[in-house]
Every structure is written in C-alpha cells, then in structure tokens.
C-alpha cells in the first residue's frame, strides 16, 4: 500500500512543477473551468472577499482557521510588493472584523526568491501588522533546498515577534536536528510529513517509520509545552496521539485542509479537540491543487467526481 501511494505521489509531484503543463491548463477555455469545478473542495475562490467568506462560515460552525493566498516563486519585487499588500490586507480585514484567523504565506511568495533583504523587509512588516490585530502568522515549508533561507529568516523575526510560527517537514532527515532548535523559540510550530518531491537520501518515504517518526515529534513539543499544530489528514496518527491523550493538550490544534477529511477533523471537534481548517485562496490554485492529491492520494477519486458531476456547491460537498 505505501509503494504505491508513493509511487503515485511521486509522479504527482513531478508534474506539479511543470510550468507547461499548468500554463496550459489555466488558459484552456475548455479544461480551466473543469479543473476549477475539480478543485472547488480544496480552493475558497480566486478572491479575498470568497476566502473570508468561507472564513465566516467555518467560524460559525466552531472551527478555528487558517487563511493562505496561494503563491510561490515570486521572482519580480513588483508581484512581491502586490502579494505583501495582499496579506497586509487580509490581516486588515480579519482584523477590523474580529477574526483571529491565522494567515500563512511562504516565504518565496514575499521576495525570498529575489533576495533574504526582500523577503525579511516584507515579513516584518506583516508581522507588525498582524500584531495590532492579536493575529498570528505562519510560515510554510518549502523545498529542501530553501529550508536554510526559511528557518534563518525565521530565526530572525522571531526574536521580536512571537506570533509567528513555523512549519517543519517531518520527512526531511534534518528535521530532528532543526526541530530541537525550534523549540527554543516561541512561535508555533506546524508539524507536516512533508508534500514535495525530494533528492533520495535525504528525506524518508511514506512509511510506518515516518508515520513513528511523526509521532515522536509530536512528543517531543508537548514534553516541551510547546505551541504546535498537528497538520495531518492521517487518521491512524491522529488516534494514536488522541488515544495517548496529546491532542486535547490547551497548545495543541489539529489542522486539516479544507476539503480533506471534513468528517474526520469534525469529529475530532466534537470530541472537544481544538480543530482548524486551512483555506485558501486566489488563482494559483494548479500547484496547491496537485500537491493536496498527492498527499492525500484518496483525493483524486473525489477531484475527478468533482468534475464530473453538477452539484459541485462547496457548502454541500464540504461538510463540517
């Protein structure tokens, strides 16, 4: 079963870098608007407004959220200007509306690619922000090959600001070094098994050893009463910890993203677990869309019957 869906991954993983392949599908007026029914579960909209939309709706029904405008790779400071502004903002107007909804952003999307000066220059500001509002912000993880750059521009802004947090690959074999560095800082830290395509040796394949190795980083931030976020669609994980009584800890939150096992993190709140959901939003929905079917490989029988089928309303086909 793991070769499989590892093979699988793997493959899906290799096409979600294929600029080709994802310019193509986007400007065909016959595949972009079967895509998009497709990827309606996973993506609020391509606006602001429909993002905080969801945003209100999830809140109504006792979920805590996490709000992202899709985007990487920026490698021009005038997309990087346009996509800080974006964020700055979203934060203004979850802030305004008193909604304490976690923004989340990599790094390359705010000028990481363009130069560590950009990138750090953006994420402060961003921070000041989302301090006024009590917001807190998230970092995500990227390739293997940025994680140096990330966790130094972390390591940077956290030492002013601690409503920033980060996320860490499980896979990555360095991660139990850098997650033991983590811990010294005050951010959250997000706990993910890891979405990208990566050099063999270097990171450990969908397995029982990672799921373990999953497991045990969890540990090591609860006996550190750490903030943390158990970002996992795995529910054989997720009962693990719940059955050891980690997951009802006042730091701890289980994130799921939207439209990924909604019956599953339901009843984990139900079960008086601090539940989030992670919800996107904007046009650059092809590579998110790819990577949320090859970590959850499951997802594509649900993508394809999305397009398929007429009633695709998220509201009816998400149900928390």
């Known amino acids: 079963m793991f070769n499989e869906e590892s093979r699988f991954s793997k493959a899906l993983k290799s096409i979600a870098r294929d600029q080709e392949l994802k310019s193509y599908v986007q400007h065909s007026k016959e595949l972009f608007p079967i895509f998009m029914k497709g990827a309606n579960r996973f993506v609020a909209g391509q606006t602001r407004t429909k993002g905080i939309e969801r945003v209100i709706n999830l809140y109504s029904k006792g979920y805590q959220v996490s709000l992202e405008f899709i985007g990487e790779n920026t490698t021009s400071e005038a997309e990087c200007m346009l996509a800080k502004n974006e964020f700055k903002d ?3 107007d979850l802030g305004k509306n008193h909604m304490k909804a976690t923004v ?20 402060e500001e961003l921070a000041g922000e989302a301090q006024k509002y009590n917001i807190q912000l998230m970092i995500s993880m990227e390739e293997s090959q940025k994680t140096d750059k990330i966790l130094s521009l972390y390591r940077r802004i956290s030492n002013s600001f601690s409503n920033v947090g980060i996320t860490l690959q499980v896979h990555l074999k360095r991660s139990s070094i850098d997650l033991k560095d983590l811990l010294k800082t005050s951010g959250r830290i997000r706990l993910v098994k890891g979405a990208y395509q990566e050099s063999e040796g270097i990171y450990i394949p969908r397995s029982e050893e990672l799921n373990k190795r999953y497991i045990d980083f969890v540990s090591m931030c609860i006996n550190s009463n750490h903030p943390l976020s158990v970002a996992t669609h795995d529910e054989n994980i997720l009962m693990d910890l719940k059955a050891k009584g980690f997951l009802y800890s006042p730091n701890v939150e289980v994130e799921m993203l ?63």
């Open 90 to 92: 979203l934060i203004k």
């Open 258 to 320: 939207d439209g990924v096992r909604p019956d599953l993190l339901k009843s984990l709140k139900e079960d008086n677990i601090q539940a989030k959901v992670y919800v996107t939003y904007g046009s650059e929905w092809y590579l998110y869309l790819v990577h949320r079917i090859a970590e959850y490989p499951p997802n594509i029988y649900t993508f394809i019957s999305d397009m398929i089928e007429q009633n695709t309303d998220r509201e009816k086909i998400n149900t928390y």
């Open 104 to 123: 989340s952003f990599d790094l390359s999307h705010i000028g990481m690619m363009i130069s560590d000066s950009v990138a750090f220059t953006n994420l």
